[in-house]
């Protein structure tokens, strides 16, 4: 039973679109919710994350939206560029036993 | 400053062998983390340990054992490797629970046939 449910599976964008990804969650005691970026051979690494205190940050070019009432977070991706083409993945924080649950993952190819 | 350092890189092993991965962590990490990634079905955790001293089963904890040997290391072991086993495996670690990142070691790609 997946805890975070990630779509797509996959997308591909022209240069200057907004890939969007989007998550849905069910355990309310998920207490923070960070989107990793993964390139290919390389381990994930933390793009930008939010607590569900707040609707939207932004950093950079990266946007989450959180739906706190639905139980939904998203990731935009503006202005994308080619190297932007990786794995994106939604994750949920729960601090009991502070551990992170992922969602399946979103690849993302961005076509110059 | 290398962060987490997973070893070996790439391993494969015929069906009923055994071996541990290795992972240490120089960023004084109270939490390690392992976990599987499959295509299609993202990170799915293998087992944790929140902080040195304890461990506890993730989502997939079947045919694994862990060791938290000390703050830094977190070995993962298989027993008695099965085709199903065949997978990336990813060691992780974090502050506590007031600083929630988590950082990736670059992976191990099993195999086993």
Redesign the interface.
């Known amino acids: 039973q997946q805890q975070v449910k990630q779509s797509p599976q996959s997308l591909i964008v022209q240069k200057g679109g907004i890939p969007i990804i989007n998550c849905a969650y069910e355990n309310t005691a998920f207490d923070y919710f960070p989107w990793y970026q993964q390139f290919p051979g390389k381990g994930p690494a933390l793009l930008i994350a939010i607590r569900p205190d707040v609707s939207e940050k932004k950093e950079g070019r990266f946007t989450i939206s959180f739906n706190k009432s639905a139980k939904q977070f998203s990731l935009h991706i503006m202005d994308s560029q080619p190297g932007d083409s990786a794995t994106y993945f939604c994750a949920a924080h729960k601090a009991a036993g502070n551990k992170l649950t992922f969602g399946g993952g979103t690849r993302v190819l961005v076509k110059p | 400053n290398a962060g987490?350092t997973q070893t070996p890189k790439f391993q494969v092993l015929k069906t009923g062998q055994s071996m541990t991965l290795q992972c240490a962590q120089d960023m004084n990490h109270?939490?390690m983390?392992w976990?599987r990634q499959d295509p299609?079905?993202?990170?799915?955790?293998i087992y944790?340990s929140?902080s040195e001293g304890t461990t506890?089963k993730?989502?997939v904890p079947n045919g694994y054992n862990v060791s938290r040997l000390n703050k830094r290391e977190f070995s993962l072991r298989l027993e008695s490797a099965a085709p199903s086993q065949t997978s990336v495996y990813?060691c992780?670690s974090?502050l506590?629970?007031s600083r929630?990142?988590?950082?990736?070691?670059?992976?191990t790609r099993l195999t086993v046939v």
């Open positions: 987490v109270n939490s983390y976990y299609g079905m993202g990170l799915r955790l944790y929140a506890d993730g989502e990813f992780a974090s506590d629970r929630t990142e988590a950082f990736f070691g670059q992976g």
